[in-house]
């Protein structure tokens, strides 16, 4: 069963980007989205995978796309921006919230964990997922979370067995 490589151009993918060209923030966004493409096209992490009906999405954080920045109002303002990177990456699979199972999440502060839980409901709504939140370091400098997750499909692709 062959794997799907999946991005959305609107989304930093983490771990390829950082350090990885001169100049992230110069330019146009479209020449920033092509540098991405192509520093992601060196990388061995995509922002998902798709594999039968499952799909794995990278750890993703509150990293403006189309600056590579991290967005400035701290925890709640770098949740907000992660999730909707999150929805956009799950969009190009042709998945939603709707379709998470698991959500893992790094957390810088152990303690923002009653507001992460606050946010992580109001992006949910009446949906649950299995979780697991850990106190770490996420890996790029001003992060204060990182989330990745598993969300499955009813069906296969075509051509997937």
Do not use: Y
């Not at 520093?39 to 798709?50: D, E, F, L, Y």
């Not at 956009?88 to 379709?99: E, P, S």
């Not at 992460?116 to 204060?144: F, M, Q, Y």
Request: aromatic share 2%; hydrophobic share 45%; net charge neutral.
């Amino acid at each position: 069963m062959p794997k799907s490589i999946v991005a959305a151009s609107s989304v930093a993918t983490s771990g390829a980007t950082r350090g990885s060209t001169a100049s992230a923030t110069a330019g146009t966004t479209a020449q920033r989205v092509a540098q991405r493409a192509e520093v992601n096209a060196g990388s061995p992490i995509a922002q998902a995978i798709r594999f039968g009906r499952m799909l794995f999405v990278s750890g993703v954080g509150g990293v403006d796309g189309g600056t590579d920045t991290v967005v400035a109002g701290g925890l709640e303002a770098q949740c907000v921006l992660a999730l909707a990177n999150l929805d956009a990456i799950l969009a190009a699979a042709g998945a939603n919230h709707a379709h998470v199972v698991n959500l893992r999440i790094v957390l810088r502060d152990i303690a923002d964990a009653p507001r992460l839980d606050a946010l992580l409901s109001r992006w949910l709504g009446e949906e649950k997922v299995a979780a697991l939140c850990i106190g770490g370091v996420p890996n790029r400098t001003g992060i204060d979370l990182q989330i990745d997750c598993i969300a499955m499909f009813d069906e296969q692709r075509a051509g997937q067995s």
